[in-house]
């Protein structure tokens, strides 16, 4: 089976930091991924981890630690825009070359001024 | 290039009844799947499929069928709504690999 392990909401002011933490058990797994969505809106993808250590994509960086189960999207000189919900995803093998992605319940982030 | 369509936006449904929600895409894309999204429960897998003439049960699939026919699209039937079945439907794809996910607006769907 697949789950993952995210904080519901989580606040921070504008021009700080913030590290939304996801931890995951997930079958045959292949990589972790980043999506957030605005209000009203529909997800779009943030970054991607195959390997283990840390990708950055401008303010937005992401880590896995495959022997940990763990990763994280840490958002740097947040802006109000920032403000959504942020969800990990694992992406695990579900048999006969199939895959499946299996996505947190996602952490609420506000961004406060 | 219209990436991923969903039609339709919105759905009232009364109880007992069927409809289909349409998915097309215009990227080739292998990989499409469907997701429910309800308030606390994050995205939740109904049905996937990795190419045209296979499907493949995700999370959630009670209640629902898929077919594909076509690489293009990639419908979801609902056979008998019911009031659990009212939520936010996003159809979802990929080129497969690690490609990542490209979600349609998604379809509002409420049964009464």
Redesign the interface.
């Known amino acids: 089976g697949q789950s993952l392990e995210q904080p519901s909401e989580v606040t921070a002011v504008e021009g700080a930091i913030v590290q939304i933490n996801c931890t995951y058990q997930t079958s045959g797994f292949y990589g972790l991924s980043w999506y957030q969505q605005h209000d009203g809106g529909a997800p779009t993808f943030l970054s991607y981890n195959a390997l283990d250590g840390l990708e950055e994509t401008g303010r937005f960086s992401s880590f896995l630690s495959r022997s940990d189960s763990y990763g994280y999207l840490l958002l740097q000189e947040l802006q109000m825009k920032d403000s959504a919900s942020y969800f990990c995803a694992a992406k695990g093998y579900s048999g006969a070359g199939s895959y499946q992605l299996t996505f947190g319940k996602g952490t609420k982030l506000s961004v406060i001024p | 290039n219209a990436g991923v369509t969903q039609t339709p936006k919105f759905q009232v449904l009364k109880t007992g009844q069927s409809m289909t929600l349409q998915c097309a895409q215009d990227m080739n894309h292998e990989y499409m ?1 469907w ?1 429910r999204q309800d308030p ?6 109904i049905h ?1 499929s ?1 190419g045209a003439g ?1 499907t ?1 049960q ?2 959630v699939p009670n209640g629902y069928n898929v077919s594909r026919s076509t690489t293009e699209d990639f419908p979801l039937r609902l056979l008998s709504a019911a009031p659990s079945q009212t939520s936010v439907y ?1 159809c ?1 794809t990929a080129t497969g690999g ?1 490609s ?7 379809t509002r769907l409420t049964v009464t």
Not at chain 2, 40 to 45: C, P, Q, Y
Request: charged fraction near 10%; glycine fraction near 20%; charge should be negative.
């Open positions: 799947s997701y606390g429960m994050g995205l939740r897998l996937y990795v296979i493949d995700g999370e996003f979802a690690n990542p996910l490209h979600f349609g607006n998604g």
